[in-house]
């Protein structure tokens, strides 16, 4: 690293020290001998993501798995190294080996399920987004409270690094924070599997894929206050909206803009954040894919840049006036961050970082676009 200028060398140096601590707190503890039993419920795609964070985790070991598809419930047992499968997941819930689940079905099963599991006293963990509809987020939270059960929901983005130093940034080097803007360009159209079913989804593309923009919104800039939505349809077999437009209030007069699309040209999958404050401005190339090529995470202030590079890719550290921060960015391992997360807080017997009533707030997000755009007009949130 070059030698900066002394007006910056606090601000790198509080970077580097963060960035330290939030790896510690990535990774397992290892409080208990005691392993902690989860039961996969559901065995689609994401749950090998999932299944990463407790294969590698010394607290934790999947121990069962439940999928309608018996041949691929067999198959992912073999694969995670669990004991049982099933083809319904309320007979897992009656696996004493099982402490906890991790949902990974379609949207609009994951309040029946996760309140199954409350009930039968398991510990749950359920993919975004949280439910279909605020109701349901509700009832959810209530059966974990009455059943003294966690109730953590999937936010993977809260848990990527370069989101996670954005938040430290906004709250402490940018000075007064005043626009988000954040999107999402997507290849891929919503028109296939349980996807392609409006009532399986809770809705379309802003609540199967938008959500992530959107809690990741309030992550970032506090509470929302008032929401405005436009909704495109572009094309006849996708589910509903195509193009998604959102202009947000936050509290302490905060603004916020998403625009969000799908139907481009395949495989595109492009998003990126930026937030402006008085003093600084970040940006954030990309969680998935970027369609320009960049760093994962760049600071603009006091006139100069400040670059933080993927760690462990040579090839994307440049010669910037400022040198080079490392930072982990590989967007798969967020999940895995995630269900260690979900562990841990199990183990310590502490409140999740993505608690219900967060995962209900991001489907109020949602459900007050669809207001919005409905009545084309604001809607308080």
């Keep these: 690293m070059e030698i900066f200028e002394l007006t910056l060398l606090p601000v790198l140096f509080k970077a580097q020290r963060i960035l330290r601590v939030d790896q510690k707190l990535m990774q397992p503890g290892n409080l208990s001998n ?3 039993g989860i039961g996969m419920i559901g065995t689609g795609e994401i749950s090998n993501l999932h299944s990463a964070g407790y294969r590698n985790n010394n607290r934790a070991r999947i121990v069962a798995v439940a999928d309608i598809n018996p041949q691929i419930a067999e198959e992912k047992r073999s694969a995670f190294g669990a004991d049982s499968a099933y083809n319904d997941y309320k007979i897992l819930l009656k696996d004493d080996k099982v402490d906890a ?3 990974c079905i379609p949207n609009f099963l994951h309040a029946s399920a996760a309140i199954a599991a409350a009930e039968a006293g398991k510990h749950v963990l359920v993919e975004k987004p949280m439910a279909t509809n605020p109701k349901e987020c509700e009832e959810m939270i209530a059966a974990a409270k009455r059943n003294g059960v966690k109730l953590m929901v999937g936010h993977n ?3 990527y690094p370069p989101h996670q130093e954005t938040k430290r940034l906004i ?3 940018i000075g007064t924070p005043i626009l988000l803007l954040t999107r999402l360009h997507n290849g891929f159209r919503q028109n296939r599997g349980w996807r392609a079913e409006a009532k399986s989804v809770g809705g379309g593309f802003l609540m199967e894929a938008c959500v992530h923009r959107l809690y990741l919104s309030r ?3 506090g509470e929302p206050t008032k929401i405005y939505c ?3 349809r572009i094309f006849d077999d996708t589910v509903a909206e195509d193009i ?3 202009t947000i209030d936050f509290e302490n007069g905060r603004q916020g803009s998403l625009v969000a699309n799908q139907g481009g040209p395949f495989p595109l999958w492009d998003d990126r954040t930026e937030v402006i404050g008085s003093e600084g401005l970040v940006i954030v190339n990309g969680f998935e894919e970027q369609a320009i090529a960049g760093p994962p995470l760049m600071f603009y202030t006091n006139g100069r840049w400040i670059h933080y590079v993927r760690r462990g890719h040579p090839a994307t550290v440049g010669n910037y006036p400022l040198g080079n921060l490392e930072i982990e960015a590989d967007f798969s391992k967020t999940y895995a961050n995630v269900t260690s997360h979900f562990v841990d807080c199990i183990a310590e017997n502490k409140e999740p970082t993505v608690k219900g009533e967060d995962g209900k707030r991001a489907i109020e997000m949602v459900t007050a676009c ?3 755009a409905k009545k084309e007009s604001p809607v308080s949130i």
Excluded: G
Aim: with cysteine.
């Design 34 to 36: 005691k392993k902690i």
């Design 101 to 103: 689940v991790d949902i």
């Design 157 to 159: 983005q809260v848990f």
């Design 171 to 173: 709250d402490n080097e």
């Design 219 to 221: 992550y970032l800039m």
């Design 230 to 232: 436009k909704n495109t």
């Design 244 to 246: 998604c437009q959102v």
């Design 370 to 372: 669809y207001e919005s």
